[in-house]
């Protein structure tokens, strides 16, 4: 079997797998009703919230859009912080929207600042939002979301929060940190194929969502939250992923969010240790260094591309390369949702064979 680990799409456990191949059922009939509410209720759970959670159909990025379209209106300014490709995407579909971006951008491999997020602030009045990407899947760092938060919420600022590769993964207390929309999907942490995005909504966003007047028909919350309380979804749902997550879900609780915490920050500290071991640096600032995802540097002669095809062809471990201006600067390995230190273990002695065959040569 392939050890797959890229950040996402991530292995699924047999159970969920099951799942999958389930019958058919009536998305406007009981059985589902029941499982679409007992789903929202563990969602609250892990993702530690009050507020409305919502199930969509789509990916990720349909999430980030949703997020946008549902609280912000054309010309609205909106600070973006920026640290990776999945920043930039957050940013374009909102300048796509017709909000106005106020970019704070910093340098990828770091973490953003939140005194510069304090100055930016101070300096522009009129922002509406903070768009922030609480786990930058390119570069393998997670910003720091409290300090971020009680910063934007200093200036009482709606704060949307792209934790997709992080949610169920790495700590992050929604309603303690005040995220305003919080978004993730399926295929990340949360052991089941992609599909879904799953979103939480404040209190606040919903005062803004009053006011939003960007377009939106097919991720419009309030059709989502009226039609929850009969526990269905607007539009026809991926029933069969559904499926998949009730019962990762069940499976994640009964091993309890701080366990998963605390076992996704022991297996990232045993991918950072073991590239280490092997002469390689980790890409990101290692104080905000990411436990979902392990970006490493390709130094001293290494080949990225030959690297990820011998691992892939010789030792059937599947690692992501380089995202757009990284590709061929990095490697990535994933270690988020269903992954122990074994896997990784795998991952290093496969890297420790293909290392010199991949043009690797050792620095001591
Ligand atoms: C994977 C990812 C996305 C994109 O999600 P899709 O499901 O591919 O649309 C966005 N942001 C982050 C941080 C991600 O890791």
Known sequence: MENLRIPGPTPCPPEVLYALG???????????????????????????????VFVLTGSGTGGL???????????????????GVFGERFANIARLFGADIIPLNFEWGKAADPDAVHQALRSEPDIKAVLVTHNETSTGVTNDIASISSVVKEFNKLLLVDAIS????????????????TVTGSQKGWMVPPGLTMVSVSKEAWQAYAKARMPRFYWDFTRAKSYLERGQTPWTPAISVIFALSVSLKMMLNEGLPNIIARHAHVAKAARDGVKSLGLSIFADESHASNTVTAVAASNGLDTKKLLQLLREEHQVILAGGMEKLSGKIFRIGHLGWVNEDDIAKVISALKVVLPQAGFRSPG
């Open 22 to 52: 389930r019958q058919m059922i009536n998305h406007r009939g009981k059985e589902f009703e029941g499982m679409l509410k007992e789903i929202t209720v563990n969602l609250k759970e892990l993702f530690q919230t009050k507020n409305d």
């Open 65 to 83: 859009e949703a997020a946008i379209v549902n609280t912000l209106s054309p010309g609205d300014k909106v600070l973006s912080l920026s640290i």
């Open 166 to 181: 992080s949610l169920g993964s790495i700590n992050l207390p929604i309603d303690e940190w005040h995220c305003d929309v």
